[in-house]
């Protein structure tokens, strides 16, 4: 089982049938698809959520509806209420970076859930009251209230980066040896002199420079070979204009 299946997004009350869209693609975006909604209102624009889900039509269409937000975390450990406002124990308010190993903590084996209010008036104290935890995203301080979908995004990937599932792509190429990189660099010396690029104690110069640019990162065998493959091809190009020039001096 995968730990971000334990995670549960609630909205209470939301607005916007367009957040509650952006809302899906952000948990979708974190690996999170349990969504319910608390008491849906009649006004709310589907069509917008629809369209705003993008790639995440299914989380929208296994939504779960509740009549209260108590039903909603019923079956939750962890109930951690999002707030943008200071006051009614907001002062002891998490971030969602010191948040999230406390959820997966919990989330190994229990269902957790991250409850965020309406657009226009947050969550009411008493909903606050059934919470567990406090989390109030960082900001600026100018402006402390965030765009609902937004502050499900924050929340969501401070989970999923620290529920560790991400695999970044790894480099596939073979790392140059040491043999092909001293065919490089021996080309590139070979080059800087025909060319006339420097000569003398600024060539050795230019290749303690040069072998320093080059094994800063990690050099592979197709890097090595473009390089190889410039150097030769400089060479060349040089060769044929000598060649010209030969010829319009005889
Ligand atoms: N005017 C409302 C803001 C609601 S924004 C108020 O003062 O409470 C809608 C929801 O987004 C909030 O209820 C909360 O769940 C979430 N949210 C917005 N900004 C946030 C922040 N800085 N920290 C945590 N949650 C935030």
Redesign the pocket.
């Given at each position: 089982m995968n730990i971000l299946d334990n995670i549960r997004v609630v909205l209470v009350e939301p607005i916007f049938g367009g957040n509650i869209g952006s809302v899906c693609r952000a948990i979708n975006n974190n690996g999170i698809s349990d969504l319910a909604i608390v008491n849906p209102r009649p006004t709310i624009d589907w069509e917008d959520a629809r369209r705003l889900t993008c790639n995440a039509k299914a989380q929208l269409e296994a939504r779960k509806e509740f009549q209260t937000l108590e039903e909603a975390v019923a079956d939750c450990t962890v109930v951690a209420?999002?707030?943008?406002?200071t006051g009614f124990y907001r002062d002891t308010a998490y971030s969602p970076r010191e948040f999230a190993p406390i959820a997966l903590e919990s989330a190994a084996d229990r269902k957790i859930a991250l409850?965020?209010?309406?657009?226009?008036?947050?969550?009411f104290n008493e909903e606050l009251a059934l919470c567990t935890h406090i989390?109030?995203?960082?900001?600026s301080g100018l402006y402390?209230?965030?765009?609902?979908a937004q502050?499900?995004m924050v929340?969501c990937y401070e989970m999923f980066v620290a529920a560790d599932v991400f695999e970044p792509a790894e480099e596939k190429a073979e790392e140059a040896s040491s043999e092909l990189r001293e065919r490089m660099f021996a080309l590139w010396r070979e080059m800087m002199i025909k060319t006339e690029f420097t000569h003398g104690q600024k060539l050795d110069h230019m290749m303690m420079g040069l072998r320093r640019i080059f094994t800063r990162g990690k050099l592979t065998v197709p890097d090595a070979k473009i390089l190889m493959g410039l150097a030769k091809q400089s060479l060349w190009v040089k060769q044929q204009w000598d060649k010209a020039e030969r010829k319009n001096n005889d």
């Open positions: 209420g999002t707030s943008a406002r409850v965020f209010g309406r657009e226009d008036k947050g969550l989390i109030q995203i960082p900001s402390t209230s965030l765009n609902l502050a499900v929340c």
